[in-house]
Each structure stands twice: as structure tokens, then as C-alpha cells.
């Protein structure tokens, strides 16, 4: 067993840079990604990771199969808690008051959406305490991933305990019914959000935004030319003063990010100043 984790380790050090992905990112979620290789590796009935680089050496559509079983899905509602209650207490209804003043929309993204935990959590701040305060306010919340099991869950938006355990006590009661066990969000927050199936690498929605999140994804996985790359892509589609939020402990390289700013450090999180 020792012998194929370590197998699997020296064999992710080889594969990831292929891939455009950094090893030091999937060093805590190894197990998750050598548990799928290994059943790839079964299924092709192959005799082991050996063979397994022979097989993509040889069938270069299978290195498309592996940047799949790439993707960790690890996600929960209000991840990252502090910086949800900024965003309810202060920037949310700052950037919905500038929305509705220049009589606009207010535009939202979130980028490796998973099963939807993380557009949720922002559409439940919306209906409880946005929609009140600014009636008039056209609040739009745009979801993208590139995998479409996990688009298939979010499109269901029913949840284990586990993934809802952040969601304050009152807010858990008014927008979820509890079914089977599960946590099911209620219709209208569900309608709030737009999911497509996007890669970041290859495709970005046309919208300008005001509020991006993009935690968990770009900084932590893909390698430091390509998230530099990735992330200044993003930065253009954010307006004048609005914010990109990314991962707590993810390495973002701002210095590399044309016109954006440290707003909160320890929180990762960014403004868009223009010169
Ligand atoms: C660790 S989850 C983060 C989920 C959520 N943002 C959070 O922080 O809780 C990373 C997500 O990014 C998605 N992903 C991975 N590579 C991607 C890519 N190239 N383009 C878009 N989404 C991607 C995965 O499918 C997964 O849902």
C-alpha cells in the first residue's frame, strides 16, 4: 500500500506540471486524487502507474481524462466566514448602493462554483439582507465550473449537514426545508443563480462584475505562470472599485495583477482601482 502511495506521489510530481497544476497544491488532497487514478488504472486494466504514463504516452486524449479527476470538489456554505460577514455587513450593500445609484445592475461571479455552495451562500445574503434594503436593485449571480457532475448537484441544491453547518441558525431555518435527511435550498434563492459549464482556462463569461469570488482554484492548483495569466484575465472583468475574493490560505500573486489592490490581506481579499 506504502508502495503505491508513494507511486502515486512521484507520478503526480510528473503529471501535474503537464497539466498546467501545481504538486504543492495537491499535496492535503492526494489521497482523493490517487483514489481515482488507481480506479483509472483498474478500469483500463492496467498493471500499474508504470504503465498508466505508457497509456498517455500513447493515447494523448487521456490527458484530458486526467485534468478531470484533477478537480477537488471540496466546498461548504460561508466558507471562509470572516469574509462573509464583511461582505453582509459592509461591501455588499456598498456595491448594490452604487449599483442602483448609476442605475445598473449589480453583477456577481463565482468561478469553480463546485455544487453550488459557494453562489448560494451569496444568493441567500441577497433575499436576507440585500433585497429589503434596496428594492429596486437588479441583482444578477452568474456560477461557472468545468465539471458537470458537480453542476448537475448544484442544479439540485439539496445538501448534507456537513456542507450547511456555517449557515447561521436563522437563515438555515427560512431558506432551506429539510428532506430526507438533506438540506434543500428553497426555489427562489435557487433561481438566483445561473450556472454554465466554463473552463477558466479557455473561456470567460462577457459580463463586467462587481463582486468576483475565486477561491479555492487558480491560486491553489494551476501553476504560478498560468494563474498569473488566469487571474489577470479575471481582474479585467472586474469594474472600477469592485472586488475579487479568493481562497483564505490560497498564495494569490498581487503583485502580478494589473490594477488590483490589497483591500484585506488576511482575508485574500482584492479591489480594482484604475488608474
Ligand atoms: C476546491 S473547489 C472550490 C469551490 C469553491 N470555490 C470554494 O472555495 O468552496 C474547486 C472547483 O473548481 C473547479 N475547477 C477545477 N478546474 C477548473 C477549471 N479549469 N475551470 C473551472 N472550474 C474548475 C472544480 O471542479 C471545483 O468545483
Redesign the pocket.
Known amino acids: 500500500m506504502k508502495n503505491n502511495k508513494n507511486q502515486c506521489t512521484e507520478f503526480l510530481k510528473w503529471a501535474l506540471p503537464q497539466l498546467g497544476l501545481r504538486w504543492e497544491g495537491y499535496r492535503r488532497v492526494k489521497r482523493q486524487v490517487c483514489k481515482r487514478i488507481n480506479a483509472r488504472i483498474a478500469f483500463l486494466q492496467l498493471s500499474g502507474f508504470g504503465s498508466y504514463k505508457e497509456y498517455l504516452s500513447k493515447n494523448p486524449g487521456e490527458w484530458t481524462i486526467l ?1 478531470g479527476m ?7 456554505f460561508f ?2 466566514h470572516k469574509s462573509w460577514e464583511l461582505l453582509g455587513d459592509s461591501l455588499l450593500p456598498e456595491l448594490a448602493a452604487r449599483a442602483v445609484g448609476e442605475n445598473r445592475p449589480l453583477r456577481c461571479w ?6 453550488g ?2 453562489p448560494y451562500s451569496l444568493a441567500i445574503l441577497y433575499h436576507q439582507i440585500l433585497k429589503n434594503s434596496f428594492p429596486s436593485l437588479d441583482f444578477q449571480l452568474i456560477a ?4 458537470t457532475d ?1 453542476l448537475q448537484r448544484a442544479a439540485k441544491a439539496c445538501y448534507p449537514a456537513g456542507n450547511v453547518k456555517n449557515v447561521p441558525a436563522k437563515w438555515l431555518q427560512s431558506s432551506f426545508n429539510k428532506t430526507n435527511g438533506e438540506y434543500c435550498l428553497h426555489d427562489n434563492m435557487k433561481n438566483t443563480v445561473t450556472f454554465l459549464r ?5 473561456e470567460l463569461p462577457d459580463e463586467q462584475f462587481d463582486l468576483i ?5 487558480v491560486g ?3 501553476a504560478t505562470e498560468i494563474a498569473i495569466e488566469v487571474y489577470n484575465r479575471i481582474a479585467e472583468k472586474i469594474r472600477h472599485k469592485g472586488f475579487l475574493f479568493t ?1 483564505n490560505h490560497e498564495p494569490v500573486p498581487i503583485e502580478k495583477l494589473s490594477g488590483m489592490q490589497i483591500y484585506n490581506r488576511g482575508l485574500n481579499i482584492f479591489k480594482k482601482c484604475d488608474s
Open positions: 485534468d484533477m478537480h477537488i470538489s471540496i466546498s461548504r466558507r471562509d463565482s468561478v469553480g462554483c463546485a455544487s455552495e459557494e461557472t465550473d468545468a465539471n458537480l466554463q473552463d477558466i482556462r479557455e469570488f475565486c477561491k479555492n482554484l491553489m492548483y494551476f481562497g
